[in-house]
């Protein structure tokens, strides 16, 4: 399974994929990071995709997902992820990261995608320990992934070093 999952350092919003996941907030209207980041690069398709969304169904709840066009990103959508902000642990954090990570790639295999692409979900402005959070990744993607036949592939898309070295260290392991 592990063939199935690398990392690479860069921009997320440059990876040849199917669709890639946006670390949003829970009002999907875009901010700093990589959320402010795949807005920019989107266009403003992706903001009025978001507020569609939101007028729906209401902001976007920690551990959950939603799925838009990706406007002038050249992939088949962006799924944009809410991961919990980083309370000490005692919130039940490390559950709500992994039901982020699950939301995500049950939305691209139901959507027949066969290529993702993830930022370290949370470990910007929400706060979440890096270490902890990749452990959460790819734990949760490895499992998905063993059994299930899509997505064929996953890439972890860090911007940093310190997150391209926590990853590709613990992929070494699997």
Partial sequence: MSERMSVIQGDITRVEVDVIVNAANSSLMGGGGVDGAIHRAAGPAIL????????????????HAVITEAG??????????????????????AQLLEQTYRNCLDLAA?????????????????????????????????????????????????????NTQIYQQLLAQL
């Fill in 48 to 63: 009025e995709a978001c507020k569609v969304i939101v007028r729906q169904q209401g902001e976007c709840a920690p551990g």
């Fill in 72 to 93: 002038n990103i050249p992939v088949k959508a962006v799924i944009h992820a809410v991961g919990p902000v980083w309370q000490g642990g005692e919130k039940h954090e």
């Fill in 110 to 162: 139901a959507n027949g995608y066969r290529t993702i692409a993830f930022p370290a979900i949370s470990t910007g402005a929400y706060g979440y320990p890096k270490d902890e959070a990749a452990k959460i990744a790819i734990d949760t993607v490895y499992r998905y992934i063993g059994l299930r036949p899509l997505p064929e592939q996953v890439i972890f898309v860090c911007f940093d070093d310190e």
